[in-house]
């Protein structure tokens, strides 16, 4: 079955730095776009960005534009997340989520979930 | 930007049939999923493209989509149901994923 395992998560301080990763097993990275969703203590899920298989394409949420960077090494099926000029209220859980149809980002669901890693944003 | 609005909350006897409504303007015209959520866990997918089903899941749950609102109707509800749930879309016009509020299904 599908695995995605994120790691990285951790307490840093308002305008401090951090790299998420998502690392990947029992299906073709390359061909499947990914995401990343995060969720605030308490409230609902929030999509945070996305890539294309390639890696070619991305798309971010407005509240993170300029600020977050996704990547992907699909030699080493990997999804990371740098996320810099970080704010109290990017504090959540981050989870990695696989595109459900190969080969598109436009309309599609989500089928695999990580299990989330901590982001803490506090002084 | 684009808006989903989901109920905060629902109510259901245990085998009663529980709607979950998600409004957005016209939402008939897009592709709607949902996921269930329980507590601590990861989000998982009950339906997809509105109204498919992934294997695994039970019938008791469907999807319907027109118009203004689409529906997650699960019927004969049990306990193991309650959870939170959520709609998402893709936004055409902003290149989003966008996600519902949430609806926080209690069974009685």
């Known amino acids: 079955e599908v695995q995605l395992v994120e790691s990285g998560g951790g307490l840093v301080q308002p305008g401090g730095s951090l790299r998420l990763s998502c690392a990947a097993s029992?299906?073709?990275?390359?061909?499947?776009?990914m995401s990343w969703v995060r969720q605030a203590p308490g409230r609902g899920l929030e999509w945070v960005s996305a890539?294309?298989?390639?890696?070619?394409?991305?798309y971010y949420a407005d509240s993170v534009k300029g600020r977050f960077t996704i990547s992907r090494d699909n030699s080493e099926s990997t999804l990371y997340l740098q996320m810099n000029s970080l704010r109290a209220e990017d504090t959540a859980v981050y989870y990695c989520a696989k595109g459900g149809v190969s080969g598109s980002y436009y309309g599609n669901y989500f089928d695999y979930w990580g299990q989330g890693t901590l982001v803490t944003v506090s002084s | 930007s684009y808006v989903l609005t989901q109920p905060p909350s629902v109510s259901v006897a245990p085998g009663k049939t529980a709607r979950i409504t998600c409004g957005g303007n016209?939402?008939?015209?897009?592709?709607v999923h949902w996921y269930q959520q329980k507590p601590g866990q990861a989000p998982v997918v009950v339906i997809y493209y509105d109204s498919d089903r992934p294997s695994g899941i039970p019938e008791r749950f469907s999807g319907s989509n027109s118009g203004n609102t689409a529906t997650l109707t699960i019927s004969r509800v049990e306990a193991g149901d309650e959870a939170d749930y959520y709609c998402q879309v893709w936004d055409s016009s902003s290149d989003h994923v966008v996600f519902g509020g949430g609806t926080k299904l209690t069974v009685l």
């Open positions: 029992r299906f073709t990275f390359s061909n499947f776009a």
């Open positions: 890539i294309s298989g390639t890696g070619a394409y991305t």
């Open positions: 016209n939402i008939g015209s897009k592709s």
